[in-house]
């Protein structure tokens, strides 16, 4: 990704005395180290392996801590967070419990549970730290249950990053207790992100597969999404009617193409026919006709595989490209399927 400024000039603007030009070197310092280190991802004590990493740390804990800009402070605690700086324990503690509603109570409330599940991404992936990681992963779980509820929202999201599939019984439990839609919506999302869902994830989101008809705002739409996704990710065929379904939903559509990709076989009947349509549309995106295709090939797959043939011929770079794309994710379910088999035969 092209940024708007260098490490150099951030450092340098990180001091400027106009908050505008502040905001951009806060914004990008954390992410330009990153780049420099090669890495996309949270990396735990980044700071220590760069040359310029103590400066950029030190720069970011000062206007974490001082800069009399809120937003600017909840933004170098997030920069933080991707360095692996545990020092934004102790910074970011105070505001994750305050239940104060105002705009930059909210915003440095949710930067700092953002930062926190950064921080013990960057933990957990180094196996660095584990009682750190245990302590934000406690702090994300009582949040789970605070007065507010865009900090339950934004726990749910922080705590499967930092747990993976260990926050599903603290997730579940969330979602049964949860009233507000909205919020229901995010854990409903976070639940989908297991790898897979486990039997508790399934059964707690399976009411919510009629959400829609229940609560038709975008976040009752969302939460039944969310849950036809999450079945579908532990092979769960209860929620393919609403994939189905959502295939008619620009904003959900390439979700529901892949997450019926997944499902494969146990897809419902009518998916073929939906997506053979799809597929032939000729006013689609076609790359999104390739998409469908490519979830095709896992349901019908000699007439899935004869539409990728054909699309692999196209005079369009971006539709080969995304028949290349297809194929590796072919390939990479039919591992995943054998993989399953095997477990199971084991398990047998």
């Not at 469908?292 to 349901?299: G, K, N, V």
């Not at 019908?300 to 794309?325: K, N, W």
């Amino acid at each position: 990704m092209a940024r708007p400024i260098t490490l150099p000039a951030a450092l340098r603007d990180v001091a400027d005395g106009k908050p505008l030009v502040r905001n951009i070197a806060v914004r990008h310092l954390a992410g330009l180290l990153l780049d420099a280190l090669g890495s996309t991802r949270p990396v735990w004590r980044a700071a220590d392996q760069h040359e310029r990493g103590p400066a950029v740390r030190d720069a970011l804990r000062r206007c974490a801590r001082d800069d009399e800009d809120a937003g600017i402070r909840a933004l170098a605690a997030t920069g933080l967070g991707q360095l692996g700086d545990e020092e934004l324990v102790e910074i970011v503690t105070p505001w994750i419990e305050r239940d104060a509603v105002d705009l930059d109570a909210t915003f440095a409330r949710e930067c700092g549970l953002i930062a926190l599940s950064l921080l013990g991404e960057a933990a957990r992936e180094a196996g660095a730290a584990p009682e750190l990681v245990e302590t934000i992963a406690r702090r994300l779980a009582r949040a789970l249950s605070a007065s507010v509820p865009d900090a339950r929202y934004q726990a749910a999201q922080g705590l499967v990053t930092v747990l993976e599939n260990d926050a599903e019984p603290d997730l579940v439990r969330a979602l049964q207790a949860e009233q507000d839609v909205r919020v229901r919506a995010g854990i409903a999302s976070a639940l989908a992100e297991l790898d897979p869902p486990g039997p508790a994830a399934c059964d707690a989101l399976r009411p919510y597969l009629t959400e829609a008809e229940r609560d038709p705002s975008d976040a009752g739409r969302e939460t039944a999404f969310a849950a036809a996704l999450a079945l579908a990710a532990a092979r769960d065929p209860d929620g393919g009617p609403a994939l189905v379904r959502a295939l008619e939903d620009r904003e959900h559509r390439e979700r529901a193409l892949e997450a019926l990709a997944v499902l494969g076989a146990d897809a419902p009947r009518e998916a073929a026919l939906k997506l053979r349509a799809l597929a032939e549309r000729w006013w689609v995106a076609r790359v999104t006709r390739v998409r469908a295709a490519y979830a095709l090939s896992r349901i019908e797959p000699a007439r899935g595989e004869a539409l990728l043939t054909r699309f692999e011929r196209s005079p369009f770079r971006s539709v080969r490209e995304a028949v290349v794309d297809a194929r590796r994710g072919l390939d990479r379910l039919a591992r995943r399927d054998e993989s399953s088999r095997a477990r199971a035969e084991r398990d047998a």
